[in-house]
Every structure is written in C-alpha cells, then in structure tokens.
C-alpha cells in the first residue's frame, strides 16, 4: 500500500489542496483572494470525496511555508498542525521554492545534488 499524503497551500491569493495516492495525485486549485479560510475546509472534503478517501486513511500532511502571504500561512500551518494532532500522523513543512526548484530540475532532467532543499526538518 502506497502513502496517503495530503497537502495544503495557501500562501498566494489560490487555495491548493492535493491528495497522493496509489501513484495518483487528485488535486483542487481555487482563487480564493482573502477567503483562504472559508474556502479551505470544503476543499479538503471535497478532495476526500473525489480521491475516495476517508481522513482516517492520510498518513501525512503537508503545507506550504513559505515564502508567501502571512495570513495564509497561518491558517495553512493550523489546518496542517491540526490534522496532524488529531489524527497523529507526521507533518511536512515544505518551502515553495524548492517546490519551484524541484520542478526545474525535473523539467531539466537535472540533478540535484550536493542540494537538500526539498524535506526539512
């Protein structure tokens, strides 16, 4: 069985929520400018409804940290940490950047050695 990762951002005027699972990536992108915290929670439901899982099921959670908008940090931070108490499972702060930087270097099919800018601690 494959890892169940749930991840949140919103730290731009966008909501985003995605879901990993059994090789497959469900995901929700939504404008939300200023109403991250009205529109995050149905997201998360409805992202469950769409990849057929139950939120018992996530093995991790994990947000984006940042750089961005402080507000949607925040709330991206306490949903994340939040999920994370109550279902006791691990929590991933994940830098935008070496999200933006990974994707280069999978697009440039370049590796990224000497570079450990994806999982922090």
């Known amino acids: 069985m494959s890892n169940i990762i ?9 909501c985003s929520i995605a879901i990993y699972k059994n090789k497959k990536i ?7 400018k200023e109403k991250h915290t009205i529109k995050i929670l149905p997201m998360i439901k409805k992202i469950l409804i769409l990849s057929n899982t139950k939120l018992k099921e996530i093995e991790y959670v994990t947000f984006s940290k ?13 949903i994340a ?4 108490l109550t279902l006791k499972i691990p929590i991933l702060g994940i830098s935008t950047f070496s999200i933006i930087a990974q994707k280069v270097w999978r697009k440039y099919k ?5 570079y450990n800018l994806c999982w922090f601690k």
Not at 6 to 14: K, Q, T, V, W
Not at 81 to 84: A, D, E, G, N, R
């Open 26 to 32: 469900y995901s929700l992108l939504n404008k939300s």
């Open 6 to 14: 749930l991840a949140i951002d919103a730290s731009i005027n966008y």
């Open 110 to 114: 370049k590796k990224n050695t000497n």
């Open 81 to 84: 940490q939040s999920l994370s």
């Open 66 to 78: 940042g750089p961005g908008y402080f507000t949607g940090l925040r709330i991206a931070t306490g």
